[in-house]
């Protein structure tokens, strides 16, 4: 018994002496993770830019995890925020700093600990060289239970070379698996919607609309008005030669719904205009080629188009539905005018005419009684 008593207060001693050498530890941790991703610098780094997409390569959000994530109404670039749970942990991240296909500032509280990332990206051959670099302080509790745990620069080392594996795993399989389908002549049908409209430079169209549609999204809700369909991009300006488009990022009603004035939100209604359908599986980088096999199949076909309808592109399966960019289905509409079947004539040879026979009825006649 009193061999037992020592042993306790034997190993009481150890488990203090342990806490206190382990108290006595800076706080402070800092590592660095590189790796080549195969993917252009600007698609590295507009992926890594969205907190929407961060489930596909974290390997701290993967199935399994029991994480519930959170994203705020502007989810990508200076002023991001994601947040995630589950019944153990929590945690946060904003973005605080963006260089365009340069560089990405990040501040993360993962229970009490906090860590800022700083993510740059280079040209390399073969790809994007992705770094990342973790510098942050730990509390009390973190140091004790990561001691046990082979350290917090073992741990962040393991997160970091994991997810950027995902990522390039993700940015070279999801990003490149896609099939474009050209369905024929279809009918867009009439109704109402909600709209943003935004002028910009082509180039930024992608990207604003990535912005924009989180916000129609969140207005809806906020406002309790429901969604009668999936949201979709009208297109009223195309402009290659001066390199700006103008466009609205819709969303239908089931009834006309009325905006007060100075709002960024208006009310219109969609026409209904016959157009040619086509069909987009896999991430949005491809639809630029989407609406050139379309156009082509319009030269092909002997197809006129009508400037006078609404060219569009209606999302029907977003990274809101599925997070693997292959399974993204985006459908586009090029207004066109309904072919009309040209009627052939029928030749009767003359020897098969048969003459009318005569009428029972009494003639017309100019003749007044």
Known sequence: MR???????????????????????????????????????????????????????????????GLKFEYGVKSMGAGGKCAWQNDHNQGSMNTVFVKENDSIVQNTVYDRTRTTLNWTFKDTVGGTKVSIHCKGQMDLFTKVAVFFKGGINGILEDVCEKSLNNLNKTLVYEMKTYSIKVNGMSQRT???????????????????????????????????????????VLYSRYDVTHDIATYSVCIPTTKQVYVQP????????????????????????HTQEAWAKA??????????????GYYSEVYVKTLEDVKKPSKWITELYIPVFPVVEAITPVSIPLNQLVAPTPSSDPPITNEVP
């Not at 342990?18 to 993917?39: N, P, R």
């Not at 610098?41 to 969205?50: C, Q």
């Not at 156009?295 to 006078?308: F, P, S, T, W």
């Open 3 to 65: 061999i037992l008593k020592y042993l306790f207060l034997l190993l009481l001693l150890s488990l203090l002496g342990m806490t206190v050498y382990v108290a006595t530890q800076k706080g402070d941790f800092e590592v660095q993770k590189s790796s080549i991703i195969k993917a252009q610098r600007s698609t590295v780094f507009d992926y890594i830019n969205d907190y929407r997409n961060w489930e596909t390569f974290g390997s701290w959000m993967q199935k399994g995890s």
């Open 190 to 232: 009439s109704g109402y919607c909600l709209q943003q409209t935004v002028s910009s430079k082509i180039e930024s169209v992608a990207k604003n609309i990535k912005i924009l549609m989180p916000r129609m999204v969140h207005f809806f809700k906020k406002n309790h008005i429901a969604m009668d369909g999936k949201p979709f």
């Open 262 to 285: 100075g709002s960024d939100v208006s009310s219109s209604e969609i026409i209904a205009f016959t157009c040619l359908k086509t069909t987009l599986i896999g991430d949005h980088s």
């Open 295 to 308: 156009r082509k199949y319009i030269v092909d076909q002997h197809l006129n188009e009508n400037g006078a």
